[in-house]
């Protein structure tokens, strides 16, 4: 089964109605993306975990200040997770992978109530031009364990200089009841055939076009 991380994947699931079911950790995402001489460089990402998910990561913080050293270590140890996956992120262009590096630029992890928020920086390899066929970005757990979900287009940023030539959509998929039904069907410790790329079939997919 793929997870994010032990603290971060769906804890005292007992208190969750759909406990019996895929997904069982939820994350909230909020993207703006980052541009820098007419190219794309970059996703700067705002994942907020609901509150059960937080709850392992927030009791090892405890207390403690946002700049100590126990959020940091808390930090890396998530995002390392998150980079074995390659940032549960695809990036696609013109039916081509977009590389990206293996470290971020920046990361942080915070408290927001009784919920843990991941930010950071995903830096592609090489500075894509904007202009040009469009981007296409999925973030997603492929086991679906985790529902990686933008609430709404809101929650897709550009900046200023960006805004003036590019557009964005989002596109949520609608799965057959068939496969909904399956993904209600597993339990927690079930993982689904890799042949059904069941996360890949629920994700949703953000397009970036420039002119």
Not at 56 to 62: G, R, T
Not at 64 to 84: E, H, I, P, R, T
Request: with cysteine; charged share 20%; glycine share 4%.
């Amino acid at each position: 089964m793929m997870k994010l991380h032990g603290a971060l994947v769906g804890v005292c699931l007992l208190f969750s109605v759909n406990a019996a079911a895929h997904p069982h950790s939820f994350i909230d995402m909020n993207t703006t993306f980052v541009a820098k001489d007419q190219r794309l460089v970059g996703l700067k990402m705002v994942w907020v975990m609901d509150e059960i998910t937080s709850a392992d990561l927030l009791y090892d913080a405890k207390n403690a200040k946002s700049d100590s050293v126990v959020w940091k270590k808390l930090a890396a140890q998530v995002m390392a997770n998150v980079l074995g996956q390659h940032y549960f992120t695809d990036i696609y262009r013109n039916g081509k992978p977009v590389k990206y590096l293996n470290l971020p630029t920046e990361y942080h992890l915070s408290r927001r109530g009784n919920q843990a928020v991941l930010e950071f920086v995903l830096p592609l390899a090489e500075p894509q031009p904007l202009v040009g066929k469009p981007f296409e970005i999925s973030t997603y757990d492929p086991s679906y364990f985790v529902d990686m979900t933008y609430k709404g287009p809101t929650v897709l940023h550009l900046p200023l200089a960006m805004a003036q030539q590019c557009k964005l959509s989002l596109i949520t998929p609608k799965p057959d009841i068939s496969l909904r039904v399956y993904a209600l069907s597993l339990d927690k410790n079930d993982s689904p055939g890799e042949d059904r790329a069941l996360g890949q079939q629920f994700a949703q997919r953000v397009t970036l076009q420039c002119q």
